[in-house]
């Protein structure tokens, strides 16, 4: 099946800093991306979708401007967790449409301290 | 977007066949009907995807009524590495604007 990495796997970070994690589709084209932020014991939370060439579109309650996203080429999607706060700690998951479902990455850690 | 509906947690011993249900009765014409699983700490897994009637692949099956309002996943013979959420979604893959907004899952728990 298609395959979605991510990079850093997991990311430590002081409170204030800025932290960019990678999304790339390593086999296949990827005109949409989605990016997922997923809490301990909860499930995945939709936070924007992200179209080559274009404005990437924020989920409601997702702030644009501390999580700026940019989809630059066909096969690579970031996103960018701005002014990281402790409550920004969570595990951040990418996904890029294949040619018929999503396939997902394999998430980053992120811990803000 | 169609919401969907699972058991919350089930469990199972090894070998045996588990089937979780969900439900979907705003499903639209157009939707597909995709199932991930998700183990601590990783992405979703793709598992299988299905339009109508029955599905089957390497590690699972999906059967799916004609009115489509809901499906079953069937794992045959469960093993301990089984243990893991399994999410029901419902979407529309060949729309450009296709994302997939997870439930809460179900959660399996296998048992030696």
Redesign the interface.
């Given at each position: 099946?298609a395959v979605?990495s991510?990079h850093p796997s997991r990311v430590i970070c002081k409170s204030g800093t800025s932290v960019k994690i990678e999304c790339r589709s390593l086999d296949f084209q990827a005109?949409?991306m989605?990016w997922?932020r997923q809490f301990p014991k909860k499930?995945?939370?939709?936070m924007a979708?992200s179209?080559e060439g274009s404005k990437a579109t924020y989920e409601q309650g997702v702030e644009k401007d501390k999580f700026l996203i940019n989809h630059a080429s066909l096969t690579l999607s970031t996103l960018t967790v701005t002014s990281a706060h402790p409550e920004d700690s969570s595990?951040y998951?990418c996904?890029a449409?294949g040619r018929?479902?999503?396939?997902?990455?394999?998430?980053t850690?992120l811990t803000v301290l | 977007l169609a919401k969907t509906t699972q058991p919350i947690s089930m469990d199972s011993y090894e070998g045996q066949e588990v089937n979780i249900t969900c439900s979907h009765n705003n499903i639209a014409t157009n939707d597909y009907i995709t199932w991930y699983q998700q183990f601590p700490s990783q992405g979703p897994r793709f598992i299988i995807q299905g339009y109508k009637t029955k599905v089957t692949n390497e590690v699972a099956s999906l059967f799916i009524p004609a009115d489509r309002k809901s499906s079953t996943l069937s794992l045959p013979r469960v093993s301990l590495s089984d243990t893991a959420v399994y999410y029901c979604l419902v979407g529309d893959p060949n729309t450009g604007g296709f994302k997939t907004i997870f439930g809460a899952g179900t959660r399996l728990f296998v048992k030696a």
């Open positions: 099946g979605v991510q005109t949409t989605f997922y499930s995945l939370m939709l979708t179209n595990f998951i996904s449409r018929d479902t999503q396939y997902f990455g394999p998430g850690r | -």
